[in-house]
């Protein structure tokens, strides 16, 4: 489109050069005429009569069209510059939102880079590669994108999560990997309603996997403080969440669904170098972040499944916690080393361990636990 926009450029700046010699040429043939002035015979008034009809219908015929060039030139350079304006403000809009995504819905999943691909003229796309954290260990995740247009961003596509249920586990569509789940802890998971996966306990079974490091979410027995969970945490195992929960946890419905909200833990420059590294730890300015960037997200997209709206549930819990020393979570996504998990679920607050990502420790770089 772009390219296109050069040739009508090209034909307003041809049509001034133009006019501009015709102006030059009109005011020679003016002095000349004035110093040397002729007459014509007239036996060659009907020849010249008859060729200045013939000139006169071709310059009206080339100057209607030319004129009519220009119009469309004018009129498509002015349309493609108020486009343009206006994808520009969209695309803002669309790369707030999904910021606002990455560090509120997106579970211990980080974004590489945020890319504009499938470019169009009237709509285009924000395209992220994403990873988990796994102990320091950077494991390729699934891709996102963020459609968006010249009539602005009110139907933004979110991309929510809908996982394939295989063998009482959750995997992404695309690439086929293992979703670390939180569970409700008061959901009847025997109704005839249900139809997800049962709460799991995974923490023992990885244990007996050596020279791997792990990505576990551990769904607590109830809501816990921030600085409870500092308490309870083993100083071995990093979080990496904060799962805030579900304002109606009795919901089989809600239960089914792999959409969490939350927040990353903060980073900071590691010991080794100056690379940040998530250091399990959140403050306040973090969590004020977190309640700002939720909004965001439910103002643009509401998440509805079988009439219950997910994301006015969210909200809720949002409005109950106002700021860190009020919040209370319902789960973390934990990582380490796959033996660090061992004897986790003997602990009276956990509810839960689903794995998700596992990886192979590599000699040239080191766990974080």
Same mark, same amino acid.
């Given at each position: ?277 998530? *250091?399990?730890?959140?403050? /306040? =300015? ?6 700002? %960037?939720?909004? +965001? #997200? @439910? ?40 033996? *660090?998990?061992?004897?986790? /679920? =003997? ?6 361990? %689903?794995?998700? +990502? #596992? @990886? ?10």
């Amino acid at each position: 489109m772009r390219t296109i926009m050069i040739f009508f450029y090209f034909i307003l700046l041809i049509t001034f050069a133009f006019g501009m010699f015709r102006f030059i040429l009109y005011t020679i043939k003016k002095i000349r005429h004035k110093k040397s002035p002729q007459s014509h015979p007239v036996s060659n008034l009907g020849k010249d009569f008859t060729s200045f009809a013939n000139k006169t219908k071709w310059k009206r015929w080339g100057i209607t069209a030319w004129i009519a060039l220009v119009i469309i030139s004018l009129v498509t350079a002015l349309t493609w510059n108020i486009n343009s304006h206006y994808m520009e403000k969209a695309y803002f809009k669309t790369s707030e939102k999904a910021f606002a995504y990455f560090t509120s819905a997106a579970p211990n999943i980080i974004a590489n880079n945020q890319i504009i691909d499938d470019y169009g003229i009237f709509s285009s796309n924000i395209h992220s590669d994403t990873y988990k954290d796994v102990d320091g260990y950077h494991v390729p995740w699934r891709s996102y994108d963020f459609g968006f247009g010249t009539l602005g961003t009110t139907n933004l596509s979110i991309p929510f999560s809908s996982p394939v249920n295989s063998e009482n586990s959750y995997y992404t569509q695309d690439t086929s990997q293992k979703i670390a789940t939180f569970f409700s802890t008061k959901v009847n998971y025997h109704s005839k309603d249900y139809t997800g996966i049962l709460p799991t306990h995974d923490a023992d079974k990885i244990a007996q996997l050596s020279n791997h490091v792990a990505e576990v979410a551990v769904t607590f027995d109830k809501p816990y403080s921030y600085l409870d969970i500092q308490e309870m945490i083993p100083k071995n195992l990093l979080i990496n969440w904060y799962w805030i929960g579900y304002n109606n946890p009795k919901s089989t419905i809600v239960a089914e669904q792999t959409n969490w909200y939350g927040l990353m833990s903060n980073s900071s420059p590691t010991k080794t170098n100056s690379n940040p590294q998530l *250091n399990g730890k959140l403050d /306040d =300015k973090s969590y004020v972040s977190f309640i700002k %960037n939720l909004q +965001v #997200i @439910t103002q643009a997209q509401q998440l509805i499944i079988n009439n219950f709206n997910l994301t006015k549930d969210v909200l809720k819990q949002s409005q109950k916690y106002p700021s860190l020393k009020t919040a209370k979570f319902s789960g973390v996504i934990l990582t380490g080393r796959t033996k *660090n998990f061992e004897n986790l /679920d =003997k602990n009276s607050w956990v509810y839960a361990t %689903n794995v998700g +990502v #596992i @990886t192979e420790i590599r000699p040239d770089i080191p766990p974080v636990k």
